[in-house]
């Protein structure tokens, strides 16, 4: 079992940068693919990042890539992204999942252990 708790979210202007941090209950952490999804107002749930248990691999939307950076300490139990460059079309809130194993999945229904979820809205 993993628990996952989301912070860091808040209200930025366009432009501006935020740091969501996830953090993560149990031993197995480091065995888990971590990922951050979003959903905006109206629209559903959309794959942001992800990383491998490792560190080693990322994945990114197209949307975000090259302004956000997801990365993770193991030991701590958190994972994080770096939001850069923000714009309002990222308003979201912002959910944090985990799945067993090294492969990246892009689909919400691939993870099995998800975050509560953190605001994040950026203002024009």
């Known amino acids: 079992q993993v628990q996952l708790v989301e912070s860091g979210g808040g209200l930025v202007q366009a432009g501006g940068s935020l740091r969501l941090s996830c953090a993560a209950s149990?031993?197995?952490?480091?065995?888990?693919?971590m990922a951050w999804f979003r959903q905006g107002p109206g629209k559903q749930r959309e794959f942001v990042a992800a990383?491998?248990?490792?560190?080693?691999?990322?994945y990114y939307a197209d949307s975000v890539k090259g302004r956000f950076t997801v990365s993770r300490d193991n030991a701590k139990n958190t994972v994080y992204l770096q939001m850069n460059s923000l714009k309002p079309e990222d308003t979201a809130v912002y959910y944090c999942?985990?799945?067993?194993?090294?492969?990246?999945?892009?689909?919400?229904?691939?993870?099995?252990?998800w975050g509560q979820g953190t605001q994040v809205t950026v203002s024009s």
């Open positions: 990383i491998t248990w490792s560190g080693s691999s990322t």
């Open positions: 999942a985990a799945r067993a194993g090294a492969v990246i999945n892009t689909n919400r229904s691939g993870y099995a252990y």
């Open positions: 149990g031993r197995t952490f480091s065995t888990y693919t």
